[in-house]
């Protein structure tokens, strides 16, 4: 039997491959009403609220207690499994699967030290290689050196969500607060960083492509897009100012409506790629 894969909610996996994951959920509070991410609320009636919601919501890490007992049903099974959450830096939903699978010797725990698609790339990797038949042991920390070849990289339309949720500091935020400007963010060492800002949506779509290109992109391997908001509008502008890019893999290329707790950070407007380095630069 193939090594199980279980992540937490706030990996987002290409729609084709969702059921041959088990996925813990993280919650989401309007106000005083609580929300199990993916479960009492979808993706659009996230975005409905949060659109129309006055406060941010507020976004909790899932608890040992979940984790355990997905994990009990998996022993029970008599089945293994790798883990591959948010990064630890990000979150303490790690940490909670951590301590769970203390009392699991059929559970490995892997920390993607990424977020959202750049997660998601790594644990559609980590089904293929479950498929090839490779063990339990083996497979942990082989995905512990992959996730170090996966780039992430996001425009989004303010940093204002990413303040508000304490993810970076006000001053990064003010500094990309005016003038129409877009910032491109990465994850660097499991955090968020900025990697640079430009004045409207196209120039900010031509630094997401340089970036890319200086990394290249194995097509080999997990490559998946995502956006925040109600719309694919603006990923498929992306899609379209960066054609170049993808050569013969346009009409073929993956698309995810981020999850409900990185919609609460990344706030809607936002454009987002994962891939595999390939390391040959273009």
């Given at each position: 039997?193939?090594?199980?894969?279980?992540?937490?909610?706030?990996?987002?996996?290409?729609?084709?491959?969702?059921?041959?994951?088990?996925?813990?959920?993280?919650?989401?509070?309007?106000?005083?009403?609580?929300?199990?991410?993916?479960?009492?609320?979808?993706?659009?009636?996230?975005?409905?609220?949060?659109?129309?919601?006055?406060?941010?919501?507020?976004?909790?890490?899932?608890?040992?207690?979940?984790?355990?007992?997905?994990?009990?049903?998996?022993?029970?099974?008599?089945?293994?499994?790798?883990?591959?959450?948010?990064?630890?830096?990000?979150?303490?939903?790690?940490?909670?699967?951590?301590?769970?699978?203390?009392?699991?010797?059929?559970?490995?725990?892997?920390?993607?030290?990424?977020?959202?698609?750049?997660?998601?790339?790594?644990?559609?990797?980590?089904?293929?290689?479950?498929?090839?038949?490779?063990?339990?042991?083996?497979?942990?920390?082989?995905?512990?050196?992959?996730?170090?070849?996966?780039?992430?990289?996001?425009?989004?339309?303010?940093?204002?969500?990413?303040?508000?949720?304490?993810?970076?500091?006000?001053a990064a935020a003010l500094a990309g607060?005016?003038?129409?400007?877009?910032?491109?963010?990465?994850?660097?060492?499991?955090?968020?960083?900025?990697?640079?800002?430009?004045?409207?949506?196209?120039?900010?779509?031509?630094?997401?492509?340089?970036?890319?290109?200086?990394?290249?992109?194995?097509?080999?391997?997990?490559?998946?897009?995502?956006?925040?908001?109600?719309?694919?509008?603006?990923?498929?502008?992306?899609?379209?100012?960066?054609?170049?890019?993808?050569?013969?893999?346009?009409?073929?290329?993956?698309?995810?409506?981020?999850?409900?707790?990185?919609?609460?950070?990344?706030?809607?407007?936002?454009?987002?790629?994962?891939?595999?380095?390939?390391?040959?630069?273009?």
């Amino acid at each position: 039997m193939a090594v199980r894969i279980v992540t937490d909610s706030t990996v987002d996996i290409a729609e084709q491959y969702k059921k041959s994951f088990t996925v813990v959920p993280l919650t989401v509070s309007f106000g005083e009403t609580v929300y199990i991410d993916g479960v009492t609320l979808n993706k659009q009636d996230f975005y409905q609220k949060l659109v129309s919601s006055a406060e941010l919501p507020k976004t909790s890490q899932a608890t040992p207690d979940a984790f355990g007992k997905v994990f009990r049903e998996l022993q029970e099974k008599g089945e293994e499994a790798v883990v591959i959450t948010v990064s630890s830096r990000l979150s303490g939903t790690y940490q909670s699967a951590r301590i769970a699978a203390e009392d699991y010797p059929n559970i490995r725990v892997v920390d993607s030290m990424n977020v959202s698609i750049a997660s998601g790339v790594l644990a559609e990797y980590a089904l293929r290689c479950a498929s090839d038949g490779m063990g339990l042991d083996e497979l942990a920390q082989h995905l512990t050196q992959k996730r170090e070849e996966i780039g992430l990289v996001a425009m989004v339309d303010t940093l204002e969500y990413l303040k508000k949720g304490g993810r970076i500091s006000g001053a990064a935020a003010l500094a990309g607060g005016v003038l129409n400007i877009k910032p491109v963010i990465t994850v660097k060492g499991g955090e968020i960083a900025i990697l640079g800002k430009a004045r409207g949506s196209k120039k900010a779509n031509n630094l997401l492509a340089e970036q890319i290109n200086r990394d290249g992109v194995d097509f080999s391997m997990p490559l998946l897009l995502g956006y925040t908001g109600l719309s694919d509008d603006m990923l498929r502008q992306y899609i379209r100012d960066s054609q170049a890019l993808w050569k013969d893999h346009v009409d073929t290329l993956d698309c995810v409506q981020l999850c409900s707790v990185i919609g609460t950070h990344a706030g809607p407007g936002a454009v987002a790629v994962a891939y595999f380095k390939s390391g040959e630069v273009k």
